[in-house]
T-cell receptor
């Protein structure tokens, strides 16, 4: 089975802090994704990476950056956390062949105080 | 552009009732279609998928058939259990944009004993 592991289930940080969310997958997948999930807004794509050191902006990249130095790890960075970034963050990975689904981690519930 | 529309929730059923959650889509070409399930406090799990017209995906008693003529992928289960209470997401991948998924807004299902 595919395993996507997010480093924290719950995280509390303060406004202005630099926050790192880590995601690791164990299936040698090429593609990795970061989403945020908010009530009434569904899942929104922040960034994705189609290979090591490659990244593309999703629908809501403002205030975020990402890093993919190794194939198995995809990090989401909140450069200067703000209260409107309080959310559930979900990481996913996928093999880059036709019709393959995305596989999700358990999520990180991030609170910015 | 591509889009997915699901029936609004919440849907409340009694145990052993028949379930249908409607999903329709708009897409160019031949998308792959997915159903994901999210249990409280967890990430998304792939429930089933279909990759071409008339394919039927099935898993854990759930089924969905890819209907190109009606652009639909409705989720069904003959007899729901309390443990099926969750949020269900319909999604499509057009196979072009590096495996990005377009999600519906999610449908919350609550099953009462």
């Amino acid at each position: 089975d595919v395993k996507v592991t997010q480093s924290s289930r719950y995280l509390v940080k303060r406004t202005g802090e630099k926050v790192f969310l880590e995601c690791v997958q164990d299936m040698d997948h090429e593609n990795m994704f970061w989403y945020r999930q908010d009530p009434g807004l569904g899942l929104r794509l922040i960034y994705f990476s189609y290979d090591v050191k490659m990244k593309e902006k999703g629908d809501i990249p403002e205030g975020y950056s990402v890093s993919r130095e190794k194939k198995e790890r995809f990090s989401l960075i909140l450069e200067s956390a703000s209260t409107n970034q309080t959310s559930m963050y979900l990481c996913a990975s996928r093999r880059q062949t036709s019709n393959q689904p995305q596989h999700f981690g358990d999520g990180t519930r991030l609170s910015i105080l | 552009g591509n889009s997915v529309t699901q029936m609004e929730g919440p849907v409340t059923l009694s145990e052993e009732a028949f379930l249908t959650i409607n999903c329709t889509y708009t897409a160019t070409g031949y998308p792959s279609l997915f159903w994901y399930v999210q249990y409280p406090g967890e990430g998304l799990q792939l429930l089933l998928k279909a990759t071409k017209a008339d394919d039927k995906g099935s898993n854990k008693g759930f089924e969905a058939t890819y209907r190109k003529e009606t652009t639909s992928f409705h989720l069904e289960k003959g007899s729901v259990q309390v443990s099926d209470s969750a949020v269900y997401f319909c999604a499509l991948s057009d196979g072009i944009d590096r495996g990005k998924l377009i999600f519906g807004q999610g449908t919350e299902l609550s099953v009462k004993p």
